[in-house]
């Protein structure tokens, strides 16, 4: 039983549009949600996080919102630039543990 | 400091072989973790240090695997007798304990089993 997951695989927008990525979870013990970013050949980076006390996190072009009660986070990146090509994991904390979902593709294209 | 390294980079060998990987966290950095990591999935948990004490290893993990960080800075992950589904990538991690536990991580290793 896969505990998040992000539903789509890839997403394609175009240069200063804004990007939302979606991610649900499953166990309501997750007390963090975390996104993060990878380039090819690199190990991911962290990008931006919130509390499961939260519904937003802003940090300068991205925002995570958090919906507790649809068990639901989503990642805008506004505006989008061909620089955020990229894979991008959502994850979840529990007790120390990440689980992490499968990863969304973001081409954006100029 | 650069950053988690990894050695080797990658990885081929036989199956029924045995490797190890290497994993140098950032410096100070008291939680170390290791992930895998196969195509079109996102990192799967695997075994998690806190200074040389390993706290959690996941069920999924075979005991063919072992794990150890022997005076709580680098870490090494031994797979024994390899398998062609051993094949994937190996990520490492690090982390200060903050609150969110906002992990580092390194480039990986990519093992092929043939």
């Known amino acids: 039983d896969q505990q998040v997951k992000q539903n789509s695989p890839s997403l394609s927008v175009q240069e200063g549009r804004i990007s939302i990525l979606n991610c649900d979870y499953t166990?309501?013990?997750?007390?963090?949600f975390l996104w993060y970013k990878k380039y090819p050949a690199e190990g991911p980076t962290f990008l931006i996080s919130?509390?499961?006390?939260?519904d937003k996190n802003e940090d300068g072009r991205f925002t995570v919102f958090l919906n507790k009660s649809a068990k639901h986070l989503s990642l805008h990146i506004v505006p989008s630039q061909p620089g955020d090509s990229a894979v991008y994991f959502c994850?979840?904390?529990?007790?120390?543990?990440?689980?992490f979902g499968d990863g969304t593709t973001l081409t954006v294209k100029p | 400091d650069t950053g988690v390294s990894q050695n080797p980079r990658h990885k081929i060998t036989k199956r029924g072989q045995n490797v190890t990987f290497r994993c140098d966290p950032i410096s100070e950095h008291n939680r170390l973790y290791w992930y895998r990591q196969t195509l079109g999935q996102g990192p799967e948990f695997l075994t998690y240090?806190?200074?040389?004490?390993?706290?959690?290893k996941s069920r999924l993990l075979s005991d063919r695997f072992s794990a150890e960080r022997p005076k709580g800075s680098f870490s090494t992950l031994e797979i024994q007798r390899t398998e062609q589904g051993d094949s994937a990538m190996y990520l490492c991690a690090s982390s200060f304990r903050a609150v969110p536990d906002t992990q580092y991580f390194g480039p990986g290793t990519r093992l092929t089993v043939l």
């Open positions: 166990n309501s013990m997750f007390d963090y």
């Open positions: 994850a979840a904390l529990d007790a120390g543990k990440s689980t």
């Open positions: 919130i509390s499961s006390i939260k």
């Open positions: 240090f806190q200074n040389e004490a390993q706290l959690e």
